[in-house]
């Protein structure tokens, strides 16, 4: 059994040896463990730092492409190099890594897919209180689109085992956290939360700039999953909202007019025309919608057969001749 640690990085060269440090080498259930840095076109040599620490492989973007991008980057690299279990965690040291047995350790023994590290939020001194407040709603709203219990969504202090690797696939190039519940527990995949640690911060956070971004860009990422995996419901609901005012302002008409008082009352024509026709409109998007999300369950399969027979094939490793900062195809 092999475990891979990913780290993604960007400028992390000031943080990267404080979080390499308490890093395992060595745990309970595993032959190997290895750590693996994704540089997301980092401009302070963090490649060549990571190296000079000791990282066993290193992957380098040529440009900045994002934190999700990062992560679904090190996620093949990690498949390629023959990982049973992947634990992802962050270059500015957040999370303890003496807990990493605790997320792997689901995972050893057949109980989860992915396990998400729930972090102590409100003993966290820098998090503020609307920023406790918004991680609790944000991770219930995640809780109630994924059907999971996931206690700390925004989370990414996660193990995942090879299979659950081999079939997520985010399209959300600013965070990976909240997509990947949603798809693993839209995709019936077992999704735990295990309590775990945090050390003091030692930088602010680059992926939360201001709290407004960070919940606009995080509802658009829980509706986008939403028009991806459950569209049928989706605009079934929205289509339904415009529908009922319809049929009430249609009803409210014929009721007048078939009592014989229907001038007059032409707006309640007007609306509940407008109304109806949109509510038909959304029906019609669901319904096509879900056949395109039937044809995406469809090349997820054939995605997964094909990530098997590489794995078959390659004996789980790189071409010869390419250098690591060149094995995510990018240089």
């Not at 980092?42 to 994002?66: C, E, F, W, Y």
């Not at 319904?287 to 054939?302: C, F, S, W």
Request: proline letters at 4%; charged letters at 20%.
């Amino acid at each position: 059994m092999k475990l891979i640690i990913q780290i993604p990085c960007l400028n992390e060269a000031g943080t990267l040896s404080v979080a390499l440090q308490d890093l395992p080498r060595a745990i309970d259930g595993f032959d190997k463990v290895e750590w693996l840095v994704i540089d997301d076109g980092s401009t302070d040599d963090t490649a060549a730092h990571a190296r000079n620490l000791g990282v066993d492989h290193v992957i380098r973007h040529p440009v900045n492409r994002g934190l999700a991008t990062a992560f679904m980057t090190g996620l093949d690299a990690c498949l390629r190099l023959g990982a049973d279990v992947i634990v992802n965690t962050d270059a500015d040291n957040q999370y303890q890594a003496l807990d990493i047995p605790k997320l792997t350790r689901p995972i050893l023994d057949g109980e989860a897919d992915m396990v998400i590290g729930a972090r102590p939020i409100d003993e966290t001194d820098h998090f503020s209180w609307i920023k406790k407040k918004l991680q609790r709603l944000g991770s219930w709203a995640v809780r109630t689109a994924s059907k999971t219990q996931v206690a700390d969504a925004p989370s990414g202090f996660r193990a995942i085992s090879r299979e659950t690797a081999m079939r997520l696939n985010v399209f959300n190039a600013y965070t990976y956290t909240l997509e990947t519940i949603i798809q693993a527990g839209l995709s019936n995949l077992r999704v735990l939360s295990v309590p775990i640690r945090t050390n003091a911060d030692l930088r602010p956070s680059r992926l939360v700039k201001s709290i407004p971004s960070y919940v606009k860009r995080s509802l658009l990422t829980i509706f986008r999953v939403f028009v991806i995996y459950r569209p049928l419901v989706l605009f079934f609901c929205i289509g339904t909202a415009f529908m009922l005012p319809g049929v009430i302002a249609g009803g409210r008409f014929l009721y007048y007019y078939f009592s014989g008082e229907g001038e007059g009352h032409i707006q309640s024509v007007v609306l509940a025309s407008l109304c109806i026709t949109l509510g038909t409109l959304l029906y019609m998007m669901g319904l096509i919608a879900d056949l395109v999300a039937t044809n995406r369950k469809l090349l997820e399969r054939i995605n997964l057969r094909t990530w098997h027979l590489e794995m078959r094939s390659s004996a789980r490793q790189y071409p010869v001749g390419v250098r690591e900062d060149q094995r995510d195809g990018t240089s």
